[in-house]
C-alpha cells in the first residue's frame, strides 16, 4: 500500500536534490551574478536557477496546484546577459539517475520558457486547495559568505503543512555531529556534507545523503530529550536584522542556558534541532512591520513537528499558512521540543512583554 502523499513526497526530494545540485555548481562555478531586490536583500543565478528547476518538476507531475515561490522574473526578462547565464545553468543541470530526471520530467524548453516557469510561482496562496511554496535559496547571505544555506519546498494542503522537504548542502551528513554553522576547513570539499531533511504529516520526519541522482536510504529523526535547561543549545539568525539577538541572549540567561547560541543561517536552523543536535530555535521580530514569508519556515515548521518538537509564533500561536505569501496573523517563531515549550513561551514573553 502507498502511504498518503508519497508520490509528492518523492518528487519534492528529487526536485529539491536537483535544485540542490545548482546551487552548488553557482557556488563553485560562477561569480555568483548578485542583484539586489527592492528589499535591498540579495538574490543569485543560483535562486532563479533553482526555483526555475523546482517549479519545472511540480508543473510536470502536478499540473493543477497552485506555487507561491520567492523569485520572480521581471529582472531577468530587462536584463538578456542574467537571463542567458542562468539559462545556461539551468539547461545544464540535471540528476545522475536516468529514471529519478525522468520523474521530474527533464529538462525546459528554452530560456523564455525558463522565464515563464520562474514566474508561475506567483500564487497568492491562501487557505484553500493545494499550494506549494518554495524558497529556491533560503539564507542567500550565508550561501554567499558559503555558510549553511537551504533549498526548502512544502505543500499546503487547505492551509496546512502536509509534505516538507529542505536539502542542507553544507551541514554535516551525521545527524550526530555537533551543532555548528561552520563548514570546516575546505570549504571546497563537499565531503562528509549534504543532508535532505523531509516529513509528511503523521508520518514523522526524516533525513538522508543529499545525492546528486535517486534517493539514498532514509532515517528517523527525533529532537533531543531535554532535561536539563543548563545544556541546551539555542540556535537564531546570523543577520541581526532577522531577529533579535541581544532579547534572545536575556532569554537564554533567564532559562538558565549556559551555552552561546549557535547562529546559522537558513531553515537548516530547523533541521538541526529536528535532527537532535540543537534543542531550540529562536526568531524573535525586529520590527512591527516585517512579516515572515510562508516559505522560510513552512517545511521547517512541520519537520520539527514531526521530529517531536512544537513550533509557535511568541504569542503561543501556530504559525498560520493559510492566509496568503506571509504569515501575516504571526509574529516570531519560538521552535523547541514539546516538553519544554511552554517554559521557554513563558519566558519569550517575559523578557518581550508580550500579553
Ligand atoms: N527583517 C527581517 N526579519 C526577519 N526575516 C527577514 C527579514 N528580512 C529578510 N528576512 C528573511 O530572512 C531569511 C533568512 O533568514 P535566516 O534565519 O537564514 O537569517 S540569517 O541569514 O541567518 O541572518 C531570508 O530568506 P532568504 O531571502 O531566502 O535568504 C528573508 O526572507
Ligand atoms: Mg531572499
Ligand atoms: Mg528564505
Ligand atoms: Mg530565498
Redesign the pocket.
Known sequence: MTSLYSRELEIAQLAVQRASILTKRVFHETSKGTVSKDDA?PVTIGDFGAQALIISALKHNFPHDEIVA?EEATELRAYPPLRDQIWELVRTTSLDDVAAEGLLGGGIKDADAMLDIIDQGNSKGGKVGRVWTI?P??????FLRGGQYAVCLALLQDGDVKVGAIGCPNLPVDDAAPLTADIGANATDDEGRGVLFSAVIGQGATSRPLKAGALAEGRSISMKPLTDMSNASFCE???A???NQSESAQIAQKLGITKQSV????QA?YGSIARGAGDIYL?LP??KT?Q??IW?HAAGDLIVREAGGEVTDIKGNRLNFGVGRTLATNSGVIAAPKAVHSQVLSVVQEVLGVK
Open positions: 536583500s520567492e524558497d535559496i533560503d539564507g542567500t547571505k550565508g539568525s546570523v543577520e536584522g532577522h531577529s547562529r546559522m543561517d537558513s536552523k526568531r525586529t520590527s516585517y515572515e514569508k522560510d
